[in-house]
């Protein structure tokens, strides 16, 4: 997969190149300061051989499927891959009792990072899954139970250190669980699941900031978005 895909600073340049041209022959390419014309021609076939670049019968070299989709991914001024926040499902699971109290599911994390933590499930979206089949998924693995899924907005968090270092950066996807059933877990492999009114919810400890604040964007019924920067001390994370 070309997100897993570890290339030479040499051939990120010839990646660049090819990113503004349909195709080049080998002389068209401008090469890297300092490489000789064998290193050169190493890095190119290197490239060929990972999918990223073919060459066609005319010996014009060009960017393949795969190649296009890596390279545009690049700072083309920094010349490498620009990393980018993390994507996301958040899933809210509600249920009312009896008495007409709302209550939510809320997992403690048993692993890390912001281990011990208490907060809504959260979990990466996988690559091609839709938002609300990727939630779905979450809730299944980590809860046993389905439910009507609805996209209500997006969160996004950035986490940082008390002295201001980025740990993370997140844009998750509110998703609203409702009309839950199955066989629920109470735990599974990386945490504790446990049903609580927002009132004791707030009262955890430790806690994600702000779960009443995307509750209530949740429970609006229309597409939210939230904005969160958040401090953490490092023992937290």
């Given at each position: 997969m070309s997100h897993e895909i570890k290339i030479h600073e040499a051939q990120t340049s010839i990646l660049r190149e090819l990113l503004f041209l349909?195709?080049?022959g080998f002389a068209e390419l401008q090469k890297p300061k300092g490489l000789t014309s064998d290193h050169f021609t190493f890095h190119i076939g290197r490239l060929v051989e990972l999918g990223l670049v073919e060459k066609s019968s005319h010996g014009k070299y060009g960017l393949t499927t795969l190649g296009k989709e890596y390279a545009n991914r690049l700072d083309t001024d920094e010349r490498k891959v620009e990393r980018q926040g993390k994507i996301a499902v958040l899933v809210v699971p509600m249920r009312t009792r009896p008495d007409g109290v709302r209550e939510y599911m809320v997992q403690k994390r048993l692993k890390h990072p912001y281990y011990g933590f208490h907060g809504f499930m959260t979990g990466k979206l996988r690559w091609g899954e839709t938002v609300l089949i990727g939630a779905a998924r979450e809730l299944e693995e980590e809860t046993g139970l389905r439910g009507d899924l609805e996209v209500r907005g997006v969160c996004h968090k950035i986490d940082y250190t008390k002295d201001g270092m980025l740990l993370e950066d997140k844009?998750?996807?509110?998703?609203?669980?409702?009309?839950l059933e199955g066989d629920f877990m109470a735990k599974f492999d990386g945490g504790e699941n446990y049903w609580h009114t927002m009132e004791e919810v707030l009262t955890l400890r430790p806690i994600f900031v702000s779960m009443d604040e995307v509750a209530e964007a949740v429970l609006r019924k229309g597409q939210s978005f939230i904005e969160m920067a958040c401090d953490y001390e490092p023992e937290e994370y």
């Open positions: 349909p195709t080049a844009h998750f996807y509110m998703v609203e669980a409702t009309n």
